[in-house]
């Protein structure tokens, strides 16, 4: 399983940016996806997932309230929707699935078996 993140860049602060994550060769239908950053000498941190349904969501609480995630099953796409960004929002973001179907993960990253190639956002002041 493959999954490609994309939608980065290099942004002012206050900016918005949408990253988008695609699998190649399986659905992400029956998925939960979650999103993961990780910057220049950190660990890597939760940032947000979304269930299979998309009907529950959750957020780290450094970006609650201006990062959305969002997914389009017919599209076979999950979306990180990231609003008045700041500099500390600067690293390589990733998206990841659980290995199992239908399984509600929870931001543990142990949770997500399947990983994708991130997408640098770049946050300038």
């Known amino acids: 399983v493959q999954l490609q993140a994309s939608g980065g860049g290099l942004v002012q602060a206050g900016g918005s940016l949408r990253l988008s994550c695609a699998p190649s060769g399986r659905t992400l239908r029956t998925y939960a996806v979650g999103w993961f950053r990780q910057a220049p000498g950190k660990e890597r941190e939760f940032v947000a997932f979304i269930t299979w349904t998309g009907s529950i969501t959750s957020y780290a609480d450094s970006v609650k309230g201006r990062f959305t995630i969002s997914r389009d099953n017919a599209k076979n796409a999950v979306y990180l929707q990231m609003n008045s960004l700041k500099p500390e929002d600067t690293a390589v973001y990733s998206c990841?699935?659980?290995?199992?179907?239908?399984?509600?993960?929870?931001?543990?990253?142990?949770?997500?078996?399947?990983w994708g190639q991130g997408t640098q956002v770049t946050v300038s002041s």
């Open positions: 990841a699935t659980p290995a199992d179907r239908y399984r509600t993960p929870t931001s543990l990253e142990r949770e997500y078996s399947f």
